[in-house]
């Protein structure tokens, strides 16, 4: 039976807050073959905010994404129980199948917001388990 899930949304402040910081981090994409600045910001629920931004290379599929940058910080730091995420490019863009898939593995719960550069325009907020409804999953326990 596919289960509807609603995502609760966010305090305005906050989520201007992320925006801030995924406008930001876009400022460090490496990106000379796109010309192409995305940068997200990845909320924890213990309150942080993880940054990621694009990082481009001749070998295309060897590109890694802003948000697998952000949650790569945030697992570095040992904070994996994500409550948030804004992801803000020139047009605004989804997440690829890859960092749904990569993301769903800590927190299918996660919502999901995307917007702009220039402005604080988003859409959202979205559960990343309904933007991958089949994503590959292990059973494991929350610790």
């Not at 697998?68 to 697992?75: N, P, T």
């Not at 559960?127 to 610790?143: D, G, N, S, V, Y």
């Amino acid at each position: 039976m596919n289960q509807s899930h609603v995502a609760e949304p966010m305090d305005n402040t906050k989520l201007l807050e992320l925006v801030a910081a995924a406008q930001k981090a876009a400022l460090s994409a490496y990106n000379p073959y796109s010309k192409f600045s995305v940068g997200c910001a990845l909320l924890s629920k213990s309150g942080k905010i993880y940054c990621g931004c694009n990082i481009e290379n001749a070998s295309y599929s060897v590109t890694i994404c802003a948000e697998r940058v952000a949650a790569s910080q945030a697992i570095l730091h040992k904070d994996m129980d994500w409550d948030a995420i804004v992801v803000v490019s020139p047009e605004r863009v989804t997440m690829c199948g890859v960092c749904r898939q990569f993301l769903c593995e800590f927190t299918p719960e996660l919502r999901v917001w995307s917007g702009y550069l220039d402005n604080t325009e988003l859409v959202g907020p979205v559960l990343l388990q309904e933007m991958l409804p089949a994503a590959m999953t292990l059973a494991r326990k929350k610790e």
